[in-house]
């Protein structure tokens, strides 16, 4: 039985977790596109997130991405805090880069 609870605990923890990192997610892919979108949607003529997949990438480095998300965003009169550019960056890594990152 305290087998079957601890399970069940478990489970209930792991799914509120879940569920919470994909609500953070959405909140993140909202704020770059609201962000982002238009401007990429201009420049590659209609199709923004070529942006990301094409060959000739701006950013070589997770180094390099964090820099760019920090120069767009500050062009754009983002305003964006610290936290909202590492939260693009990873989101942007995670979805289109996959840079590993080097502990140093």
Do not use: P
């Amino acid at each position: 039985m305290r087998f079957l609870i601890l399970f069940l605990t478990t489970l209930l923890l792991l799914t509120i977790s879940l569920h919470s990192k994909s609500e953070n997610s959405n909140e993140i892919k909202q704020l770059h596109d609201q962000q982002c979108s238009g401007c990429h949607i201009n420049i590659t003529d209609g199709d923004g997130l070529v942006i990301y997949t094409r060959s000739a990438r701006m950013a070589n480095s997770l180094q390099e991405l964090e820099s760019l998300v920090k120069h767009f965003a500050d062009g754009s009169d983002a305003q964006w805090d610290q936290t909202q550019i590492q939260q693009v960056t990873d989101y942007l890594n995670q979805n289109y880069y996959g840079f590993v990152e080097k502990n140093e």
